[in-house]
């Protein structure tokens, strides 16, 4: 069971009407959805009614909500979580673990890493240390962006010492971006203190602060390198797993970078055989 869901004290009331808000739905929208009637959709959030274990799940599922969220959905309604949370250090998530290695070694020599919702870092590929390697000591880039915590991408993108002054196509990437991270923010908590750090940095462009939710939702993010007097563009993709049966599994997310022209597929190759 997650354990943070299980600490929260939020009543299932207010946590269901803010969901429900979260994704412009009416009551009436939600109430078809899950079918149940209106009224009694309202008695849930005013608290005048308690639901039944599979009215909640109901309700998650009406609301397509992460496996993280619907624990916590669970849990305000008295019930236990039905996801297990492991670590992805787990003895049962080898196989996990075996995937994502494979992925990332069969994008070779193109760069990739493992990340979660927050975008904390589990592991990259060769080719993402070599780019790495190419602008700084690794361990050294890092600890400016990063200091004594986790490996955080957001932070190194974005922190000034990172990778922010060789990016030169900022004011197309940044805002899509921070409008992805600011809207999974609203329903999970622990994103926030990563969002609200990076938009402390002292340096960081006004007009980037001002976070537009709506910013454009791009299948693809390309992004303009400048490496050592080298041009760099790449676009990124993301992956998820498709039918994932553990919370972290869940928010595992697979971000590969694709070399967006010749010169640049070029370039990577030959970092590949430095």
């Avoid at 739905?25 to 005013?46: C, K, N, P, T, Y």
């Avoid at 909500?65 to 949370?85: H, V, W």
């Amino acid at each position: 069971m997650d354990t943070a869901a299980a600490t929260d004290q939020t009543p299932f009331g207010p946590l269901l009407r803010e969901a429900r808000r979260l994704r412009h739905l009416s009551q009436l929208d939600l109430a078809l959805q899950a079918e149940v009637s209106q009224r009694h959709l309202s008695f849930l959030e005013s608290g005048r009614a308690q639901p039944s274990r599979s009215m909640v799940t109901a309700l998650a599922e009406a609301l397509d909500l992460s496996m993280r969220e619907r624990n916590r959905l669970l849990n305000s309604a008295g019930f236990a979580g039905i996801y297990p949370q492991r670590t992805l250090e787990a003895a049962d998530m080898a196989p996990i673990r075996e995937a994502l290695d494979l992925m990332l070694r069969h994008h070779e020599p193109f760069p990739a890493i493992v990340v979660d919702r927050a975008w904390n870092l589990f592991s990259a590929n060769a080719a993402m240390q070599r780019m790495l390697a190419a602008i700084d000591d690794v361990d050294a880039l890092w600890a400016r962006t990063c200091g004594d915590g986790p490996h955080n991408i957001l932070k190194l993108t974005l922190h000034p010492q990172g990778l922010r002054p060789l990016i030169l196509n900022l004011d197309e990437i940044v805002p899509p971006l921070l409008a992805r991270t600011a809207r999974e923010a609203m329903e999970h908590a622990e994103i926030q203190p990563v969002l609200d750090e990076v938009l402390a940095y002292p340096d960081l462009p006004r007009r980037f602060r001002q976070i537009d939710l709506a910013a454009s939702r791009l299948p693809v993010l390309p992004t303009h390198f400048r490496l050592g007097g080298n041009d760099l563009r790449v676009f990124t993709t993301l992956t998820t797993f498709g039918t994932p049966l553990d919370v972290t599994t869940d928010e595992l997310r697979v971000e590969a970078l694709f070399p967006a022209d010749d010169a640049s597929r070029a370039l990577l190759m030959a970092m590949s055989q430095s």
